[in-house]
């Protein structure tokens, strides 16, 4: 019986192309010097999409592969992939939840504190030796026991409120509702008055339509001159010429991003200002998680394949 045949939107480790290799036929889209012309050639043969969260599949890709069964995302956020379509043709959708969790939260608590405490400029303070030629690094700011706002209290922004309370702040939240897991922590639903609250606004929660540019310029102005914003979410959730705007006027005290609208390419705005953390969108780049979520994407593609429950279904 011949091998199911996925399209891989992206390229994987060799940890994960090896078993995807063995047990699909695995057309790489993402090395196709002619992209149309590869869904031309093979999609009426493709069963499956292989994708990452910052890649997903949109709706030309989709019904460019009409006997397409199911999109598995390599990552917890599917809103790159047109869910509408998938809907539409009884598409299964799958993504690599709680595996990078942790990992997720942990970057977005070192950007907290790398940022806020200046380490990047104090480990260049050191090796272009302005500390013996210029003296004490200058002073930067504390975090323990300030105001934090975590906007989105799933899983991840779960998981960053727990790791702040380790530094005694005084947390509040956003979401849709107030999540009963949190009775230690202040639920404010507007995201501008948790901004008004918040020294570190955390943007955590999944990004969608209708989530775009909730971090809009009103929430960053309430963020104000002495705060930061730490987005480990999308780039889509913030309105980044508002950012940008607020940081070159230092209506905004500083941000720690590891998202870009058009990453890998940046506005290079973002490259003249020194009140910025940026980040190559590595927040779940650890061995050890995306070994775990290469599995789940095999996992999930072999338990169709074979008629079985979905370890991680998102539709
Ligand atoms: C992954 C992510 O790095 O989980 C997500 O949605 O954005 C990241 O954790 C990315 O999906 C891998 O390409």
Redesign the pocket.
């Known amino acids: 019986m011949s091998k199911p045949e996925i399209l891989q939107v ?1 390229p994987y480790p060799e940890w994960d192309q090896g078993p995807l290799d063995a047990a699909f036929t695995m057309h790489r889209y993402f090395e196709a010097g002619d992209k149309a012309a590869l869904l031309e050639d093979v999609g009426s043969r493709i069963r499956g999409i292989a994708t ?4 997903g599949a949109n709706r030309a890709m989709i019904e460019a592969c009409p006997n397409l069964e199911v999109v598995s ?6 809103d790159a992939v047109d869910l509408e379509a998938c809907r539409e043709k009884g598409i299964r959708v799958t ?2 939840p709680d595996v ?1 969790t942790n990992d ?1 939260a942990d970057l977005g608590i070192a950007m907290m504190l790398v940022q806020s405490r200046g380490m990047i400029g104090a480990e260049a303070w050191v090796r272009d030796g302005s500390w013996a030629q210029r003296g004490l690094y200058p002073l930067k700011h504390r975090v323990w026991g300030k105001k934090a706002g975590v906007l989105g209290l799933g899983r991840i922004g779960y998981e960053v409120a727990k790791r702040l309370s380790g530094f005694d702040l005084d947390i509040a939240y956003s979401d849709v509702a107030e999540k009963d897991y949190a009775r230690d922590w202040t639920f404010i639903g507007d995201p501008v008055e948790l901004a008004r609250h918040a020294d570190f606004f955390f943007v955590t929660l999944a990004a969608s339509a209708a989530t775009r540019h909730i971090v809009s310029r009103d929430v960053i102005e309430a963020v104000g001159p002495d705060g930061m914003i730490i987005n480990i979410s ?1 780039a889509s959730n913030i309105d980044e010429d508002a950012l940008l705007d607020a940081l070159e006027n230092r209506t905004l005290g500083a941000a720690a991003l590891d ?1 870009f609208e058009g990453e890998p390419s940046l506005n290079p705005r973002f490259l003249k200002l020194d009140n910025v953390l940026l980040q190559p ?5 650890t061995f050890e998680t995306r070994k775990a ?1 290469g599995k789940l994407v095999r996992d999930n593609l072999e338990a169709h394949f074979a008629g079985e429950a979905l370890p991680t279904p998102v539709l």
């Open positions: 992206g990452r969260g910052e890649l995302v390599y990552g917890v956020g599917y993504n690599t990078l997720v999308r998202v969108h590595h927040a779940s780049g979520m």
